[in-house]
């Protein structure tokens, strides 16, 4: 078994210290598989001085070149043959522009490991019938984006005896289905099941409030779980924090601050990371995070900056080291006192568009290759 299908199947995933040596062996490992196999992605390492043998500790990976997330949207980098791919997805767009995150059959084994592992951790998985409500599209053969399929995966964490969505497909288009939502909880809590809500934070809180707008108080039952994840994104206006959110599910659906869970992900950066009781996010052995200044350099533990995700998860598409566009700060483990030691990360907004701009032009120009163009 090689290194990176040995670090997805440990067992305990925030044991960072213990598993420093077999990542570090992943990663190289990783590199050479994108260097050999990836024309472009070599050519991004040599041009910005890269030599593999310049990564000789855990505290060397900061090293290895980061590709911008936004550069990504603008070029497709594979690593394998295109009829080895597999699970295509895309991210949502919001920006006009998408990053395409494809997997082969390595990459789906470790992302198996890693997810499975997560969710016992994270005590995601029951075996008791659940219902789902979930805060985005019904999945179709022509919606490719990634939060969709996540979404529809984690409906399977625990068995689903039915699945309503607040966007349905009626064939041609997404149409709203805020009433079927409303008639669905009703009913659901006339069973006396457990309920999931998965979705963006926004799309959580417009229910909420439209249920308390609408007089519908409901008491769920106690087992029940608010999964979201991806940020506010063009809700930014709207965001509430935290303790009004969750004052606002305590309200309209019996549900606490413990039952609302949350994880942070990107497609170009397929590593979940959910929120401890103490709704942080704590880096798992199947990553390492490096907050960056504007002249990317690493920076200390609580100096904001660009977050920088690593790991050796991909074998078919170059992403060993992501920037992405999101501003944040990094604090040691103990801080958090939820008992987990590996340092957790704060996501405090996004970076300026003319840094991320900037940073991703310089990535082009060494590329030197037509917009949008794919290995």
């Known amino acids: 078994m090689n290194f990176g299908h040995r670090l997805f199947f440990q067992k305990n995933i925030y044991n960072l210290k213990n598993t420093d040596d077999l990542f570090l062996n992943a990663i190289l490992e ?124 984690t409906t399977y964490a625990a068995p689903g005896l039915h699945r309503e969505y607040a966007l349905k497909d009626n064939g041609t288009d997404y149409v709203l289905n805020m009433d079927g939502i409303k008639n669905a909880l009703i009913r659901y809590e006339k069973m006396g099941l457990p309920v999931r809500f998965m979705g963006f934070p926004a799309y959580f809180m417009f229910l909420v409030k439209e249920l308390l707008e609408s007089g519908i108080k409901l008491k769920l039952h106690p087992k029940s779980l608010v999964i979201l994840a991806g940020g506010w994104k063009n809700f930014f206006t709207e965001e509430v924090d935290k303790d009004t959110l969750y004052t606002m599910s305590e309200k309209a659906l019996g549900l606490v601050g413990d039952n609302i869970r949350e994880f942070f992900g990107a497609v170009e950066h397929p590593i979940p990371y959910f929120n401890c009781p103490n709704h942080h996010f704590h880096v798992p052995i199947y990553s390492r995070v490096i907050i960056r200044d504007l002249n990317m350099q690493p920076v200390g533990f609580g100096v904001p900056g660009m977050l920088n995700l690593i790991t050796p998860m991909m074998t078919s598409m170059p992403f060993v080291s992501v920037m992405t566009d999101d501003l944040a700060v990094m604090h040691p483990g103990e801080e958090c006192g939820c008992g987990i030691s590996s340092p957790y990360f704060e996501v405090l907004g996004r970076v300026g568009l003319a840094d991320i701009k900037t940073c991703a032009a310089n990535a082009s120009e060494l590329l030197n290759i037509k917009k949008g163009g794919a290995v």
């Open 30 to 153: 990783n590199i050479n598989h994108h260097t050999n196999n990836c024309t472009d992605y070599a050519k991004i390492l040599s041009q910005q001085g890269f030599s593999i043998k310049d990564v000789k500790t855990i505290e060397d990976i900061y090293k290895i070149p980061p590709i911008p997330t936004l550069f990504l949207k603008n070029h497709t980098l594979y690593s394998s043959p295109k009829n080895k791919l597999m699970l295509k997805s895309t991210t949502s767009g919001t920006s006009g522009k998408v990053s395409e995150m494809a997997l082969d059959l390595s990459s789906a084994w470790r992302g198996l490991g890693m997810v499975l592992e997560t969710f016992f951790t994270n005590k995601l998985v029951s075996l008791r019938p659940t219902n789902y409500i979930v805060l985005g599209y019904q999945p179709s053969k022509r919606n490719k984006i990634g939060a969709v399929k996540t979404a529809y995966a």
